[in-house]
């Protein structure tokens, strides 16, 4: 099974709101993302997890803060998104996240619009 | 110049043709070549997975890698209205200095095959 999940499917949120985005894989891999994907962009990286220890931010801004409980969950806080910041937001996970070769499996996405 | 150049489209083709999808890249130390499908509003499906320059097949699927050349193509034989999608190609490597490996991906390539 190379299932990742991502819960919601859609969201809409205000300038002003607080919301999260929810991910979960069973498949035992110790690192997650979380990337960014706009209308026919490819996906570009936000944040990387590698044992439950956050490893890379891309210099996102920080109305987006990620958190992975653990091991099998990683969530992405969001607060005071700006119009700019709708996207398709995708999980991804892997093995590990220490090698070149880490094969990453990407959940369906949530589809975020902020008004 | 990109990392990764990867023509974007969109390609049309008949039920039934071959397709060939393609792309180049610059970065020497890219070892790791995958090909992703995405249909419209989903995430990432990662179809083939190489790592040495030669062929690997997979069905109708052929991934194809020339590490001289710095040029990874992405055959589908009898393609199919369900094959009509994006299609990405990605290509890993470690961060320098790092541990840690990323992803790099091409633009995509819109595929609409029609009956």
């Known amino acids: 099974d190379t299932e990742v999940t991502q819960t919601p499917k859609h969201l809409v949120m205000g300038m002003t709101n607080k919301k999260s985005l929810k991910c979960e894989q069973h498949?035992?891999?110790?690192?997650m993302y979380w990337y960014k994907q706009k209308a026919k962009k490819p996906p570009e990286l936000m944040f990387v997890?590698?044992?439950?220890?956050?490893?890379i931010n891309e210099s996102v801004p920080s109305r987006f803060s990620p958190e992975c409980p653990n091991s099998s969950l990683l969530n992405l806080h969001l607060h005071a998104l700006q119009p700019e910041d709708s996207a398709l937001y995708l999980c991804?996970?892997?093995?590990?996240?220490?090698?070149?070769?880490?094969?990453?499996?990407f959940g369906p996405g949530t589809r975020l619009l902020v008004l | 110049q990109k990392e990764v150049e990867q023509d974007p489209g969109p390609l049309s083709v008949p039920e039934g043709a071959i397709v060939s999808l393609n792309c180049t890249y610059s970065?020497?130390?890219?070892?790791?070549f995958m090909w992703y499908r995405q249909y419209s509003r989903k995430g990432p499906e990662l179809l083939m997975y190489?790592?040495?320059?030669g062929n690997k097949e997979d069905g109708r699927f052929t991934a194809q890698v020339d590490k001289s050349s710095k040029y990874i193509s992405l055959f589908i034989r009898d393609s199919q209205p369900s094959d009509s999608a994006t299609y990405l190609c990605?290509?890993?490597?470690?961060?320098?200095?790092?541990?840690?490996?990323?992803?790099?991906f091409g633009r995509g390539t819109q595929l609409t095959v029609w009956p």
């Open positions: 190489t790592y040495s320059s």
């Open positions: 997890y590698s044992y439950e220890k956050l490893s």
């Open positions: 498949m035992g891999h110790r690192a």
């Open positions: 970065n020497s130390a890219f070892q790791y």
């Open positions: 990605a290509m890993s490597a470690r961060d320098r200095g790092s541990t840690l490996g990323r992803l790099y």
């Open positions: 991804a996970s892997s093995l590990t996240a220490g090698g070149a070769q880490e094969t990453q499996y």
